[in-house]
């Protein structure tokens, strides 16, 4: 919706966004519900003091007194027996006359993913509710279970397992991934380490409470056999389908997780469906050097989408991922909403991964965008290759979350003008950029601020502590962080910004260096020896 105008009232209808009482006989008690349904969702207004025609148009109510609603508002938000956060400003209640009449607007914002869910009274699991066209609705277990845990500053895959050991990943998976990763780093340092040292590095193992390494969430997604991975997701299921029919169970390929004649996990899933999924595309003859470039920017949206399909999923939620191949396009549907607003996820440059180690492992390998610009390019590319936009949705049918995401070809076969033209962009390399502007030309050192900087923090600290009583060097970290730093820096003036903080983190007491490498502190704020 956008911004709500008062002076038009007479032209509004109530809808997931906006909610009219008439508040005739003081305080209505069932504000707190829309309070709620708007603040877990996508926000809205409620307006006390407004009735609603039998043709469903909105008129002011007559002899309401605003200011004593306005008043009972704020004595109750601010009481947390009546409400679990007050997530409103002064600025966002006001009174406004309507053709002399008083009306009290009350503008919910969608509430931050770590105050989620807002609920009524002091249960949550009774008190939760999210807002469907224009009615509340009262959020199943499942609903509110997921907002809890999407609540928590650590992704979910960073829990470490410590019922579990090294025996639950697959081999071959393991070794798959490392000729990704030697591929993409020829002469990484990682590459000389055995398997066991190379999967606490990437983050798919750390130290436990006891003392001794363990998979983490992440891990076991990755690189687990399906039976292991189950014991700690009863619910995880991974599911591709191609040109399935409607009305009908049949499909020409399939590809599900539990068939039992492969692993089973995301990794191998993620190649094999992806492998499946860009056969048939048009590719344009280009070269670069005197090689042909076969990784079309159709290509690499797909890779992109079933990254973003994995990372942003919750394994813990019901019915798992599936994802659909047909002759309309393609379509990638996951467990769990989108943990920012729609519109902020596909104008891009906000990342708010659920699984963010998983993400890593996948950039490691140059699958997957790091700065929150992977729907915005989806959405780029897809409109000037196939003409159409790309369709997002979040669904909560059944108290079941789901994320959707559409790519439908509208019946348009591939614009090859159109990814000639994108090929311009994939083929200049980063010497190619640097001539372009000149050292002089170049801007200062890109600041970083707020949560951008935090979140290189977050990750730093991740991989210190991967690191574990071995620690690590700042040049790794520079590698590690290296997708997530700033494009337009030079090499130089990146390595001064991980410097600087690696010194904040020192300062604040969450890692220490010694002999020029860098340990991450326990709890108590002794170093790892």
């Not at 891990?219 to 029919?245: H, S, V």
């Not at 159409?388 to 019946?411: A, F, K, Q």
Request: proline letters at 3%; one cysteine or more.
């Amino acid at each position: 919706m956008d911004t709500f105008d008062i002076k038009t009232l007479d032209t509004y209808r109530e809808n997931s966004r906006l909610e009219a009482k008439s508040a005739k006989g003081g305080f209505p008690n069932s504000l707190w519900e829309t309070y709620s349904a708007f603040a877990n969702t996508n926000g809205g207004v409620i307006l006390l003091g407004v009735k609603e025609n039998n043709d469903g148009s909105l008129k002011p109510e007559s002899g309401v007194d605003a200011e004593k609603l306005r008043k009972d508002f704020w004595n109750m938000v601010n009481n947390r027996q009546k409400v679990s956060a007050n997530i409103v400003t002064d600025r966002m209640v006001t009174v406004e006359n309507v053709n002399g009449n008083e009306v009290l607007v009350i503008n919910v914002p969608r509430a931050e993913r770590s105050a989620r869910p807002v609920y009524v009274g002091l249960d949550p699991k009774s008190g939760t509710y999210r807002r469907n066209h224009e009615g509340d609705y009262h959020c199943s277990i499942d609903e509110v279970s997921l907002m809890f845990r999407d609540a928590s500053a650590v992704t979910q895959d960073a829990k470490v397992l410590e019922n579990m050991d090294s025996s639950v990943f697959c081999k071959d998976t393991v070794k798959g991934y490392r000729n990704f990763f030697r591929s993409c780093h020829t002469n990484h340092l990682w590459n000389n380490e055995d398997d066991e040292l190379f999967l606490r590095k990437v983050g798919a193992m750390t130290i436990g409470a006891d003392g001794l390494y363990h998979p983490t969430a992440a891990g076991l997604l990755m690189f687990g056999y399906e039976y292991e991975i189950t014991r700690e997701f009863p619910n995880y299921f991974l599911d591709y389908q191609e040109n399935r029919m409607l009305g009908a169970t049949r499909w020409t390929d399939r590809i599900v997780s539990t068939s039992g004649d492969w692993s089973g996990n995301v990794f191998d899933f993620v190649i094999e469906a992806l492998n499946r999924m860009q056969q048939g595309l048009k590719v344009p003859f280009v070269l670069k050097g005197n090689q042909r470039v076969d990784d079309t920017p159709i290509h690499k949206l797909l890779r992109e989408a079933i990254t973003n399909t994995v990372v942003h999923a919750d394994f813990y939620g019901r019915q798992g991922i599936v994802i659909q191949k047909s002759e309309e396009g393609y379509k990638f549907s996951n467990p769990g909403c989108v943990r920012i607003s729609i519109s902020e996820a596909i104008t891009g440059g906000i990342s708010d991964p659920r699984n963010g180690i998983m993400l890593k492992m996948f950039s490691l390998i140059d699958f997957g965008e790091r700065a929150g610009s992977g729907l915005c390019g989806i959405s780029t590319v897809w409109n000037k290759v196939y003409h159409t936009p790309i369709m997002i949705e979040d669904t909560h049918n059944n108290g079941v979350d789901r994320t959707i995401l559409t790519l439908s070809t509208g019946g348009n076969e591939q614009d090859v003008k159109a990814m000639l033209d994108l090929y311009e962009g994939m083929l200049e390399t980063s010497d190619q950029k640097t001539d372009q502007k000149t050292e002089e030309n170049r801007p200062e050192n890109i600041k970083v601020k707020g949560r951008e900087r935090n979140r290189l923090k977050e990750l730093a600290l991740q991989f210190v502590r991967n690191a574990g009583e071995e620690g690590t060097r700042r040049e790794l970290i520079i590698e590690y962080l290296k997708d997530t730093l700033p494009t337009r820096n030079t090499k130089e003036q990146n390595q001064r910004l991980v410097g600087n903080i690696l010194v904040e983190m020192s300062n604040e007491g969450s890692i220490t260096q010694k002999d020029r490498i860098w340990f991450a502190t326990t709890n108590k704020g002794k170093v790892h020896d």
